[in-house]
């Protein structure tokens, strides 16, 4: 995700609710991909993130790893790190596995 005037708040600073959303978005995209759509949905239930450095330029990465994988419920633990390998931000998202549009 690059940061920039997009990802960025008014001090310049990669936003801590655009690490957020890039957690959201790969913990969700993770769980589609391990449920059987359409006949399931996967929707985020609790996020938390712990936000360790700042950025203020340059490209973030994030990465997330399966804590668990249930028929209900999904846990993903994510970090987020900048071009250099420091590690930003920390979190964990909890996606419920719902039955979707039939």
Do not use: F
Not at 24 to 37: F, H, K, M, N, Q
Not at 63 to 72: A, D, E, K, M, Y
Request: glycine fraction near 12%.
């Amino acid at each position: 995700m690059p940061v920039d005037s997009r990802t960025v708040q008014p001090a310049g600073r990669l936003h801590g609710g655009a690490s957020a959303a890039l957690i959201e978005t790969l913990g969700s995209v993770a769980s589609y991909v391990c449920i059987d759509a359409p006949k399931e949905a996967a929707v985020g239930i609790e996020l938390n993130c712990s936000h360790l450095r700042g950025a203020s330029e340059g490209m973030v990465t994030g990465t997330v790893r399966p804590v668990r994988i249930g028929r209900t419920l999904h846990v993903w633990s994510a970090e987020i790190t900048d071009e250099l390998g420091r590690l930003l931000c920390v979190g964990r998202l909890t996606v419920s596995i719902i039955p979707g549009a039939q």
